[in-house]
């Protein structure tokens, strides 16, 4: 341990202030309560308070700050998605991300790194350039590469895959595709949205949520029952148990999905790599580690226990990219939840239930939504209708059977 940091332990008076307050105790009212304290529910805390003006908000976490999906991903963010209503949802995110470590007063760690997807045969190539065309009719910054320029810009990587796997043709180069430190990004929105004077109850669990005449009242918690004239879901994996709470139906299913990081190495990987028949993805964190994750498990299970399985499958494709990784050790390895929708596109917004508002089926990509989640529901509470970039991810969409198709672009890409 640095003898500075053992020094800064060790005082009893600390020159830097606490990231955010702990409240003694509930109110009995609140103009919003959220539930759930990872990044989409703190993002609209915080957007709430600032941008709109409301800050008699409470944010209540079971565990503790970003217990859950914010703290358990590969922490990608992109816009290169396949329809135009993901592409824009996306893309806005990403702006929102490339100047949120100035507004937020924390380095979030934000790096440009470049997104390539890989296209192991002909056919996959062909997806690639659709995506590509789609991305830029929306002014994103997207195109179609061959095996030449890939080895230009990624030297290390085997464009033969060992033999063992088919080649690879071409890529969809992405180049704003970025990362950024998940845990930061939480803590960043955390620490804004206290100084706005919302409240962030860790170690509070919501128990029950009060319906009366199709309004939502308020929550009971394991302190006590706090009014509210709004309330939002924002607990990803764990949505099919609040909306047992309030009587709601969605077509959720939740799967683990998993990820490890390697051992420290110097610098060599400028670029998140992506392959879709391997169900590989990686890239290095500035700390040097590569943080690399597959598929989800495909069995539906509401747990985040890792199995040998995908740490051998994960190391065997990573040689057949990266021969060179074989005497690299795996330092750690972990599983997140999942909640998957049909159609691999997030719930948001409003829903039958007058006052009560989801944010859900975010999948594999709910970190790079981060930012303009937590926006478009702030602004979807405070006027009372969801923002124009969440309207075709309402509930009701799968009643209409009116579903925004994002498998392909999705399902692996994280």
């Not at 565990?63 to 290169?80: D, E, F, K, L, V």
């Not at 830029?136 to 590469?145: A, N, R, Y």
């Not at 409240?199 to 009060?210: L, M, P």
């Not at 979807?380 to 991810?393: M, N, S, V």
Request: hydrophobic share 40%.
């Amino acid at each position: 341990m640095p003898l500075s940091l053992l020094k800064f332990a060790l005082k009893k008076e600390y020159p830097e202030p606490r990231m955010f307050q702990r409240p003694a105790s509930l109110r009995d009212r609140y103009d919003v309560v959220i539930i759930g304290g990872g990044g989409h529910g703190l993002a609209a805390a915080y957007y709430l308070s600032n941008t709109f003006g409301i800050s008699n908000v409470a944010v209540l976490e079971k565990s503790y700050i970003g217990a859950g999906g914010t703290g358990r991903n590969t922490a990608i963010i992109r816009s290169n998605y396949l329809t135009e209503d993901g592409a824009r949802f996306y893309e806005a995110s990403c702006e929102l991300f490339k100047d949120l470590s100035r507004e937020l007063d924390l380095n979030l760690f934000y790096s440009e790194r470049g997104h390539f997807t890989m296209a192991h045969s002909p056919a996959s190539l062909r997806t690639q350039r659709w995506r590509a065309e789609v991305n830029k009719h929306l002014g994103i910054d997207s195109e179609t590469v061959g095996p030449e320029f890939i080895k230009e810009k990624i030297p290390e990587i085997d464009l033969n895959c060992g033999g063992k796997q088919p080649p690879i043709y071409g890529a969809l180069y992405h180049p704003p595709g970025a990362i950024a430190r998940h845990d930061a990004v939480a803590w960043g929105y955390a620490r804004g949205a206290d100084r706005k004077g919302c409240e962030i109850h860790q170690d509070t669990e919501v128990t029950g949520i009060e319906i009366r005449e199709g309004k939502a009242m308020g929550v009971h918690t394991d302190k006590g029952f706090v009014q509210a004239d709004h309330v939002l879901s924002a607990v990803a994996g764990w949505t099919t148990g609040i909306q047992d709470m309030v009587g709601l139906r969605t077509p959720l299913v939740v799967h683990p999905l998993q990820a490890l990081v390697t051992e420290p190495l110097k610098p060599w990987l400028n670029a998140i790599v992506v392959s879709a028949s391997l169900h590989t993805y990686v890239s290095q964190s500035s700390r040097g580690e590569l943080v690399a994750g597959a598929s989800l498990d495909p069995y539906e299970l509401i747990s985040s226990r890792s199995t040998l399985d995908f740490a051998e499958s994960m190391a065997g494709h990573l040689l057949d990219l990266f021969p060179f990784l074989g005497d690299i050790n795996i330092l750690r390895q972990w599983a997140g939840l999942c909640d998957m929708t049909p159609d691999f596109s997030p719930i948001m917004g409003t829903t039958p239930i007058k006052g009560f508002y989801i944010d859900a089926g975010w999948g594999t990509w709910g970190f790079k939504a981060t930012p303009i989640s937590g926006y478009s529901l702030a602004a979807t509470i405070a006027k009372g209708e969801d923002h124009e970039l969440i309207r075709p991810f309402n509930l009701k969409r799968f009643s209409q059977f009116d579903l925004v198709g994002e498998k392909g672009a999705a399902s692996v890409g994280h």
